[in-house]
Each structure stands twice: as structure tokens, then as C-alpha cells.
Nanobody, 126 residues
């Protein structure tokens, strides 16, 4: 079955950096768009970033633009989220998600994603 496994979350000081990995299995990964979402305690899940199936287009929420960078390695079925200049408001559980798409654009709508990981906790202390 399809599995998405996030890793890399931990406690970090404000201004620090983290890289989150999303390892996929059970699907033809190169045919899937992948997104990162996050959910802070008591808040709704929100879009963070996404990447097209071929990695040619990337998308970011305004709140992370210029600080986060998404990339993928289709040979290793992995998507990365490099997070720099972290702020306390970035504290959340981060989820990766995927849906099958050969289009050159990616949706920011969580309900459009078919497969989800279990999440990884990122905590940024001030």
C-alpha cells in the first residue's frame, strides 16, 4: 500500500534550520505531485509548499516564501522541505501528502490530496 513517511522534525531555536524528508513507497512516485501542510495546536491544517511531479514548478505559502525550499528526488522517491530562518510561528506538525498528477501546476487544497503521512513535529523556541 501507499506509504508516506516524514522525518526530520525536532526542537530548534528561532533562526535555525531544519530539513524535513518525505519518503514514499507503494506508488509510482514520479507520477505524483507532493505537498507539505502543517497544523499547529488548535489551528486548521494549512498549505506550506508543493512541487509538481517532475520538480519543475514549486509553490509556497506567503508565510514561508523566501525561507523554505521544496525539492524532490524521483530516483529515491523522496521530497525534501528545507526550512531556514525558522520562527516560533512555524511550530506545528508537518505532513506530506501526494496525489497523482501529470500537470504542470499543483493544488494547494488539502482535500485534493489522496495520500498522507503521519506527520513530524517541528518546534521552534524563541
Amino acid at each position: 500500500q501507499v506509504q508516506l513517511i516524514e522525518s526530520g522534525g525536532r526542537l530548534v531555536h528561532a533562526g535555525g534550520s531544519l530539513r524535513l524528508d518525505c519518503a514514499a513507497s507503494g506508488l509510482t512516485f514520479r507520477n505524483y505531485a507532493v505537498g507539505w501542510f502543517r497544523q499547529a495546536l488548535g489551528q486548521e491544517r494549512e498549505f506550506v509548499s508543493a512541487i509538481t511531479y517532475n520538480g519543475r514548478s514549486t509553490y509556497y505559502a506567503d508565510s514561508v516564501k523566501g525561507r523554505f525550499s521544496i525539492s524532490r528526488d524521483n530516483a529515491n522517491n523522496t521530497v525534501y522541505l528545507q526550512m531556514n530562518s525558522l520562527k516560533p510561528e512555524d511550530t506545528a506538525v508537518y505532513y506530506c501528502a501526494a496525489y497523482q498528477s501529470g500537470w504542470g501546476i499543483v493544488t494547494r487544497v488539502a482535500q485534493e490530496y489522496d495520500h498522507w503521512g503521519q506527520g513530524t513535529q517541528v518546534t521552534v523556541s524563541s
